[in-house]
């Protein structure tokens, strides 16, 4: 837990501008690094929701924040419910979420989100629900499989991959992060390999977005996140891959076409060099954010 480094956390935090008195939500807690510099931001008197779908993140997440007392508030849920979840008539001064695999995730082989490490191949942020990521690669036929494949990992080579998935499952079944990304990996030319990450990224990215529903209740949960704000309350949302901001991009401006909200970031916010160099994992982040606008008279 002590190598979790949230990502952007300053300019999130700025950006909430966290202050005593105030009332937080994060919608991802994870394993608690931003929820933690929004606390310490908020010192002496600011409180802070924090929800999750991963149980076992939500653990750690739990213990990391346990200094903090009465102050955070932890909830197991997935944040398209995020209403349902912190209950009527609850308002915040400031909600983010931070999209995407937790480092807890990707860094457990036995959770499989890795391609890097031998594990089975799950990919399921709430284990206690939804097929898995071996259970998808077993069941799809080789048109569906390209289809998702090309979809939700924007993967040129989709069709080959899918093909080389069927052949290789019809000799015995694929149900480990390795095998799978072995597959991938023959079924690109070696020469057209992409020269900064592995083969099997897109691969792996949509699999990973169709377990967990990443993006299907996306937008609906940032209105969601819109009602719950005071007014001049900000929502902050951190992005990994182009699918994922494309969406928040759009939610923003729907909502600040229905009059909600005031967009705070014409462009997103990236890294500097000098984080990307400390976390690696911060190069493909996107901040975006928006303010609640007064009631209409």
Not at 5 to 33: F, K, W
Not at 104 to 111: E, G, N, S
Not at 166 to 173: G, I, L
Request: with cysteine.
């Amino acid at each position: 837990m002590a190598d979790h480094v949230p990502v952007l956390s300053e300019v999130a935090v700025a950006i909430l501008q966290a202050r005593p008195g105030g009332r937080y939500l994060d919608a991802t807690v994870g394993l608690g690094g931003h929820a933690e510099a929004i606390l310490w931001a908020s010192e002496p008197s600011g409180t802070l929701v924090g929800i999750d779908r991963d149980a076992e993140a939500l653990a750690l997440a739990r213990q990391r924040l346990g200094a903090f007392g009465e102050r955070v508030i932890l909830l197991h849920g997935r944040y398209e419910y995020v209403t349902e979840l912190v209950g009527a008539g609850h308002t915040f001064d400031g909600i983010l979420f931070d999209l995407g695999a937790s480092s807890l995730q990707l860094d457990t082989p036995a959770r499989g989100f890795s391609f890097g490490r031998e594990g089975p191949l799950d990919m399921r942020m709430d284990r206690n629900e939804g097929d898995t990521a071996a259970d998808i690669v077993a069941r799809l036929s080789e048109r569906e499989l390209a289809d998702l494949i090309f979809r939700w990992g924007e993967e040129r080579w989709s069709r080959r991959i899918a093909r080389a998935i069927v052949e290789a499952r019809q000799e015995k079944p694929i149900r480990t992060t390795t095998a799978l990304a072995d597959v991938v990996s023959r079924a690109i030319p070696r020469r057209r390999w992409p020269r900064h990450i592995h083969p099997a990224t897109r691969t792996f990215q949509a699999l990973r977005i169709v377990v967990n529903d990443e993006l299907g209740g996306l937008d609906r949960a940032m209105a969601q996140a819109v009602d719950l704000l005071h007014p001049g309350g900000r929502v902050v949302v951190i992005s990994f891959h182009s699918l994922e901001d494309r969406v928040v991009k759009q939610a923003c401006r729907n909502l600040a076409a229905a009059g909600k909200v005031r967009v705070l970031t014409k462009r997103p916010i990236t890294p500097g060099e000098a984080e990307m160099a400390a976390n690696p994992r911060a190069r493909s982040a996107k901040l975006r954010a928006v303010e609640r606008l007064p009631e209409a008279a």
